[in-house]
């Protein structure tokens, strides 16, 4: 089955600073990869997603980026904020199997 | 306005006892799904539905079954509840359609096995 790994587990940046946090997958069947957002006890929020036949896909100032060969994909936040803090989780499906595998998930702190 | 809506919000039980945990979508999505949630794990699987009358095993699926009668309902039940049952029960959906789609959770399930 799928394998979804996420890294870092948690990262800190200063206020208006970049973070990235990445993630790689085994399975070459999957084609859809979406990032959610989790603040402390509230459900899962889906922030973006990029399907296979894409590379990049950007929303303000989020986007995301996926290398099929190399089976990763990564977040990418710019001028961070402190409301950006929350728990990042990405996941994997296909067209087959449409549940989702998630990675562990990455706890972004943004210091003010 | 279509949501996702689970029940009950907090649940503590002992174990061995029986326990049903409640989703329900008024989007008229195909797909359901049931993931739990524990530190350190992030979200894992527990079971899953096509539609009605369908239903699939996921990755941690051991002690837990669902069926689907309806459209809108999909509920987990714990046969007999263990300690390593304490978890935040999610509930997602997504609509049918060709390729995978985004799924919405539901607004969580916090049991505490005792």
């Known amino acids: 089955g799928e394998n979804v790994e996420q890294h870092p587990s948690t990262l800190s940046v200063q206020e208006g600073d970049s973070a990235v946090i990445k993630c790689t997958y085994s399975?070459?069947?999957?084609?859809?990869f979406p990032w959610y957002k989790q603040e402390l006890g509230k459900r899962p929020q889906l922030i973006i997603d990029?399907?296979?036949?894409?590379g990049e896909k950007k929303d303000q100032r989020i986007a995301v980026t996926l290398n099929k060969t190399a089976k990763h994909f990564s977040l990418h936040i710019t001028e961070t904020q402190p409301e950006d803090s929350a728990v990042y989780f990405c996941?994997?499906?296909?067209?087959?199997?449409?549940?989702?595998?998630f990675g562990s998930g990455t706890r972004l702190q943004v210091q003010p | 306005d279509a949501e996702i809506t689970q029940s009950p919000r907090h649940k503590i039980t002992e174990t061995g006892r029986q326990v049903t945990l409640a989703c329900h979508q008024t989007?008229?999505?195909?797909?359901m799904f049931w993931y739990r949630q524990d530190l350190g794990h992030g979200l894992r699987l527990i079971h899953y539905?096509?539609?009605?009358?369908?239903?699939n095993k996921g990755e941690v699926s051991d002690g837990y079954s669902v069926s689907r009668s309806n459209t809108e309902d999909l509920p987990l039940t714990l046969e007999s509840a263990a300690s390593s049952q304490t978890s935040v029960y999610f509930c997602?959906?997504?609509?049918?359609?060709?390729?995978?789609?985004?799924?919405?959770f539901g607004p969580g399930t916090r049991l505490t096995v005792t």
């Open positions: 997602a959906s997504s609509p049918a359609g060709t390729g995978p789609l985004e799924q919405y």
């Open positions: 399975d070459s069947a999957s084609n859809y």
């Open positions: 990029i399907r296979s036949n894409v």
């Open positions: 996941a994997a499906s296909n067209t087959g199997r449409r549940a989702l595998t």
């Open positions: 989007w008229n999505h195909n797909n």
């Open positions: 539905s096509y539609g009605v009358h369908d239903t």
